[in-house]
């Protein structure tokens, strides 16, 4: 099946600094997505990416959708304590009925 | 304003026992997902429903079933709990396009 490969695992940076992290895949998706989970909380949706080469902002977040459309990036400026918990990148390939692969997530820390 | 609504939020099982875990959605989605999420894991689909009375499986799908009686209700079935069901579980609903894109709190669920 398909599957998502997340980078890094986790990251422990500092606040003020930006945040970088990706997601590969070995197969073609339609859709990327980006969602974020809090501790105790179920993954909230922070940006959608629907074509290759689409680059989208939410706030101090950026997305792009990768153009081979096996990859995507999600970018985090000026972090900010509120910016910790996990981060997943989920996508969905090319049939319709596909349901969302996610990817490990990637565990952000933010050191005041 | 509840969007996704799971039931209940914490429950410990012993081997061997069943039960049932409730979703309610009231935004009128069609579609509606169980993810299971252990740790280091991410997301993995279990079952999901692209419609009322339609279910489908999912990555991970032995030992659960669910119904889909209703459009708001997705219900996943527990009929012997082993211990390996130990997980934070979340269900999911989107309308047409996004998948997942409205995720419950979860329920923590510890066999024993």
């Known amino acids: 099946g398909q599957q998502l490969n997340q980078s890094p695992q986790s990251m422990f940076i500092q606040e003020g600094e930006d945040v970088s992290m990706n997601c590969t895949s070995s197969?073609?998706?339609?859709?990327w997505l980006w969602y974020k989970q809090d501790p105790g909380e179920g993954p909230v949706l922070l940006i959608a990416?629907?074509?290759?080469?689409e680059l989208t902002s939410n706030g101090r977040l950026t997305a792009q959708f990768g153009i081979t459309r096996k990859d995507s990036f999600l970018n985090i400026s000026a972090s900010i304590p509120s910016d910790v918990g996990i981060y997943f990148c989920?996508?969905?390939?090319?049939?319709?009925?596909?349901?969302?692969?996610f990817g490990k997530g990637t565990r952000l820390s933010v050191i005041a | 304003n509840a969007g996704v609504t799971q039931t209940p939020k914490f429950r410990v099982l012993k081997t061997g026992q069943s039960m049932t875990l409730l979703c309610a959605q009231d935004?009128?989605?069609?579609?509606m997902y169980w993810y299971r999420q252990d740790p280091g894991m991410g997301l993995r689909l279990i079952h999901y429903s692209v419609g009322e009375g339609t279910t489908a499986k999912g990555e991970v799908p032995d030992g659960y079933n669910v119904s889909r009686l209703k459009k708001q209700n997705f219900l996943l079935g527990l009929e012997s709990a082993a211990p390996s069901q130990t997980s934070v579980y979340f269900c999911?609903?989107?309308?047409?396009?996004?998948?997942?894109?409205?995720f419950g709190q979860g329920t923590r669920l510890t066999v024993v």
């Open positions: 935004m009128n989605h069609e579609y």
């Open positions: 989920a996508g969905q390939g090319n049939s319709g009925n596909t349901p969302l692969v």
């Open positions: 990416l629907y074509k290759a080469g």
């Open positions: 999911a609903s989107s309308p047409d396009r996004f998948w997942g894109a409205f």
């Open positions: 197969s073609i998706f339609n859709t």
